[in-house]
């Protein structure tokens, strides 16, 4: 039924409607297509575009002191709570808690937690294989890095690989209507962009300079961040553990991304709350969450066990001969 040779895509209106409402009982022409539907795609080049109005709205210091919060917020989210918790559960916290980094995570402009977190789970099922939606080996860079999600294959949300959270009636809600959030945030740095033009006019800044550079600067930053992980850390740095995809180590992702870009590590043991395997692999996410242990926010957090860190899996230049059986090809590092 999904095999057409040739798919139509969706409608240019249907597209804009599927930007926002993006729900599960939505009609598609094919939903298995993984062209980009380019009609979609306008609201997400739009967020690029408006990065351009920094130009017109200048800069003061509130206004990329702003900016960097909201990107140092929604990346933690993204890497402590969408990935390593909604994605792994690889810790516990509290429904309330689980609910505000939710929302907070919807206002990455990244759908909902559900949608995140099922696609990442699929993502370790198929990692680099022909299933995988984001695989720089199977499907170009680019692609890779923001062309799958924009396709009608990764439209829904397969709620039967999410099912622990699926049962939560306020995550479903949030998946559905997860653009709420960021408009809401956008309103807001506008209200409080007025609000300290007419109180302190003196710092310069404005509704509108903030709406740039807390809303469209930040969220495009945080963007593409997010998506070295499904691109660059399949494709640049070190393995020290053989994985069957091409998962790599980078500390700079990894200081860009809080963590992320031990993503060979990753990939060898998903279990693991820290991605950061040794202490010198920095893992900012991994810290802040230690921290909410601390005041009681999260527990159970999941560390490496020692018998999986350190032995055998070394991949690289090994001068031992390897018996022609033992293991498939290393991949060397880059
Ligand atoms: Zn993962
Ligand atoms: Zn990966």
């Not at 306020?170 to 007419?198: H, K, N, Q, S």
């Amino acid at each position: 039924m999904n095999e057409a040779p040739q798919p139509a895509q969706p409608s240019f209106f249907k597209s804009l409607y599927l930007w926002f409402v993006p729900s599960n009982d939505q009609e598609l022409p094919d939903e298995n297509d993984e062209r980009i539907d380019w009609y979609r795609a306008i609201p997400f080049i739009g967020m690029h575009l408006g990065c351009f109005l920094v130009f017109f709205a200048g800069w003061s210091w509130l206004a990329v002191s702003v900016a960097a919060f909201l990107y140092a917020l929604r990346v933690f989210t993204l890497t402590g709570f969408y990935h390593r918790y909604f994605s792994h559960r690889s810790f516990k916290t509290w429904r309330i808690v689980q609910f505000i980094f939710a929302v907070i995570g919807c206002s990455s402009v990244q759908r909902g937690p559900l949608w995140w977190a099922a696609h990442h789970r699929h993502h370790h099922v198929h990692s680099d294989d022909p299933e995988d939606l984001h695989s720089p080996r199977e499907k170009g860079i680019l692609y890779s890095h923001f062309g799958w999600f924009l396709s009608p294959k990764a439209l829904k949300t397969n709620y039967k690989i999410i099912p622990d959270f699926a049962k939560y009636p306020e995550l479903r809600f949030l998946d559905r209507w997860d653009l709420l959030v960021p408009i809401a945030l956008a309103l807001a740095l506008f209200g409080f962009g007025e609000l300290v033009a007419y109180g302190a006019p003196e710092w310069g800044a404005d509704g509108f300079q903030l709406l740039v550079w807390g809303f469209f600067l930040s969220t495009i930053a945080v963007y593409h961040v997010t998506y070295l992980v499904n691109s660059a850390t399949h494709l640049i740095g070190t393995r020290r553990y053989e994985t069957k995809d091409d998962s790599r180590n980078s500390l700079i992702i990894a200081l860009l991304t809080f963590g992320e870009g031990w993503h060979n590590n990753h990939h060898y043991y998903p279990n693991s709350t820290r991605q950061g395997f040794y202490w010198w692999e920095i893992d900012i996410t991994y810290y802040i969450l230690l921290f909410m242990q601390l005041l009681g926010l999260v527990w159970n957090i999941k560390e490496v066990p020692d018998r999986i860190r350190e032995p055998k899996p070394k991949v690289a230049a090994d001068p031992a001969p390897v018996p022609p059986e033992a293991k498939p090809a290393a991949v060397l590092p880059t």
